[in-house]
């Protein structure tokens, strides 16, 4: 037979004179934490925001090279040169001269230069 014994110790709240002891936050505690808080908030949003700009910008860019060299490898072929192509609701146009491809696009101007050997 096990038995097991315990004893129940009993603690006792120190109170030093003249401490007062609050219980939660202060408000200027939580005004000021909630302000440094949302100020991180919009930061990363910011951040984000301007990623996503760039992001759009330069797959805008990445198209434009696509339908240059695509509209180069057309005249290569003997084919007519396409003015006007829609990508993803986005209207480039193109201009095709015997050396040169460029393409306009929503977020500016590319144009492909092309030397023959």
């Known amino acids: ?3 097991i014994r315990y004893k129940l110790i009993r603690y006792k709240l120190i109170r030093y004179k003249g401490i007062q ?5 202060s408000p200027f505690a939580v005004l000021l934490t909630m302000a440094l808080f949302s100020s991180v908030v919009l930061g990363i949003s910011a951040w984000t925001a ?3 700009r760039e992001g759009v910008l330069i797959y805008q860019r990445y198209q434009a090279v696509l339908l240059a060299q695509n509209q180069f ?11 006007s192509i829609e990508q993803n609701q986005l209207l480039f146009r193109v201009s095709c001269q015997p050396k040169q491809v460029k393409v306009r696009f929503p977020a500016g101007e590319l144009t ?4 023959t050997e």
């Open 73 to 83: 490898a057309r005249q290569r072929l003997g084919l007519d040169c396409q003015n």
């Open 112 to 115: 492909l230069n092309i030397e």
């Open 21 to 25: 002891y609050k219980k939660g936050a």
């Open 50 to 52: 301007a990623q996503q």
């Open 1 to 3: 037979m096990i038995s």
